[in-house]
């Protein structure tokens, strides 16, 4: 009799929490990340690189400094998530420059969080991301 009871217990303690769980689950609407992408490649390229050499350009002492590394790592997720798997962008010389630069810089500041950008790699950057820019807009 405990058994059959036990038993029983058991099963309308599984049904409602999955009942109550899949109800959680359906109650709440998806919302997409928000990007600021828009979609035209050309016009995202160019201004990724104006962006992202307004932040190589900021000073190693600068009071803002994390809201810039913060907002150069958001732009650089936002577009290689954009244009990463699009068969007609992610095969250009534009987009391979680009992603050369952008994971030089991404790796940078995930890996040395506290440490500026160092002068080698500033110079790097400024050059890999003016020639993405000059090669999209000869590409457009």
Do not use: C, W
């Not at 907002?71 to 987009?95: K, P």
């Not at 969080?113 to 000869?138: Q, W």
């Amino acid at each position: 009799m405990f058994k059959s009871l036990s038993k029983i217990f058991h099963r309308v303690f599984i049904f409602t929490l999955s009942f109550v769980t899949s109800i959680t689950l359906l109650g709440y609407p998806a919302f997409a990340a928000k990007s600021n992408m828009t979609g035209d490649y050309t016009k995202d390229t160019v201004s990724v690189v104006k962006t992202l050499k307004g932040v190589i350009d900021t000073p190693k002492d600068a009071p803002n400094k994390e809201e810039v590394r913060e907002e150069a790592l958001s732009v650089i997720t936002d577009y290689i998530s954009r244009y990463r798997n699009r068969g007609m962008v992610n095969t250009t010389q534009s987009f391979t420059t680009m992603q050369t630069a952008l994971n030089a810089m991404a790796g940078h500041y995930k890996n040395f969080a506290t440490r500026p950008l160092p002068d080698n790699l500033k110079e790097r950057l400024n050059k890999e991301l003016s020639i993405a820019e000059k090669m999209v807009l000869r590409e457009s």
